[in-house]
């Protein structure tokens, strides 16, 4: 019997009692492991690839409503245009319009940066045609990443007779000689209104305040 109930006797637990948190505490802990998931996961979408921000780019170029989220057919040209994409001959402007209307849905505009890369997978093809499907689209992801739209210079006037004979002040005629002085310079209100002379010398007069250096040399 002894032998019994020496067998029926648990053994007592061993591990110590855990002493009582403070609430407090374990909140602030929970709320700083959340801060800190949360942070580095904005890190994480924070980074962008360098096509990804030349797709940004060239998004927002020339529009400034735009967010650089989504691409209109117009910048989706100039970018294949910018960055070479377009060689005049495996890829024309035609086959750029084309694959953007088919990626691109029938009632939409604009095509988003998966869109966008789906594009480039189908030029690659026509682009880099010696190179595997792999190869091709990493060779047309070199064209583009780290580009920029390229602003064009300002257009510079053309010359030609016809402007040039209409802009010779010294060709001019009748009130629009009176215009302008021998330099080809405007007069400004001069050569617009009849002021009043009032000089004392006649109308035409060409030698007006020379009396007094005259009489000085005669001295």
Same mark, same amino acid.
């Given at each position: 019997?002894?032998?019994?109930?020496?067998?029926?006797?648990?053994?007592?637990?061993?591990?110590?009692?855990?002493?009582?948190?403070?609430?407090?505490?374990?909140?602030?802990?929970?709320?700083?492991?959340?801060?800190?998931?949360?942070?580095?996961?904005?890190?994480?979408?924070?980074?962008?690839?360098?096509?990804?921000?030349?797709?940004?780019?060239?998004?927002?170029?020339?529009?400034?409503?735009?967010?650089?989220?989504?691409?209109?057919?117009?910048?989706?040209?100039?970018?294949?245009?910018?960055?070479?994409?377009?060689?005049?001959?495996?890829?024309?402007?035609?086959?750029?319009?084309?694959?953007?209307?088919?990626? &691109?849905?029938? #009632? =939409?505009? @604009?095509? !988003?940066?998966?869109?966008?890369?789906?594009?480039?997978?189908?030029?690659? $093809?026509? %682009?880099?045609?010696?190179?595997?499907?792999?190869?091709?689209?990493?060779?047309?992801?070199?064209?583009?990443?780290?580009?920029?739209?390229?602003?064009?210079?300002?257009? &510079?006037?053309? #010359? =030609?007779? @016809?402007? !040039?004979?209409?802009?010779?002040?010294?060709?001019?005629?009748?009130?629009? $000689?009176? %215009?302008?002085?021998?330099?080809?310079?405007?007069?400004?209100?001069?050569?617009?209104?009849?002021?009043?002379?009032?000089?004392?010398?006649?109308?035409?007069?060409?030698?007006?305040?020379?009396?007094?250096?005259?009489?000085?040399?005669?001295?």
């Amino acid at each position: 019997m002894a032998d019994n109930k020496a067998k029926s006797i648990k053994p007592g637990n061993k591990t110590p009692p855990r002493s009582p948190s403070d609430p407090t505490k374990d909140r602030a802990a929970k709320r700083l492991s959340c801060d800190s998931n949360s942070s580095h996961e904005g890190a994480m979408a924070g980074e962008i690839s360098a096509l990804e921000e030349t797709f940004r780019k060239f998004a927002i170029h020339g529009d400034t409503r735009a967010t650089g989220k989504e691409m209109h057919g117009k910048n989706w040209s100039k970018l294949c245009k910018d960055c070479q994409v377009i060689d005049g001959k495996n890829v024309t402007i035609t086959d750029v319009d084309i694959v953007f209307s088919k990626i &691109k849905g029938k #009632s =939409s505009r @604009t095509i !988003s940066f998966e869109q966008f890369k789906e594009a480039l997978q189908e030029l690659s $093809k026509k %682009r880099f045609k010696e190179k595997s499907d792999e190869e091709a689209i990493q060779e047309i992801y070199k064209l583009i990443e780290g580009k920029a739209p390229i602003i064009s210079g300002v257009t &510079k006037a053309v #010359s =030609s007779p @016809t402007v !040039s004979r209409l802009t010779d002040t010294s060709k001019f005629t009748g009130s629009h $000689k009176e %215009r302008f002085d021998p330099s080809g310079k405007g007069k400004g209100k001069a050569g617009r209104e009849d002021l009043v002379d009032s000089s004392g010398y006649v109308s035409g007069y060409k030698h007006a305040g020379t009396y007094d250096h005259k009489v000085q040399g005669g001295k």
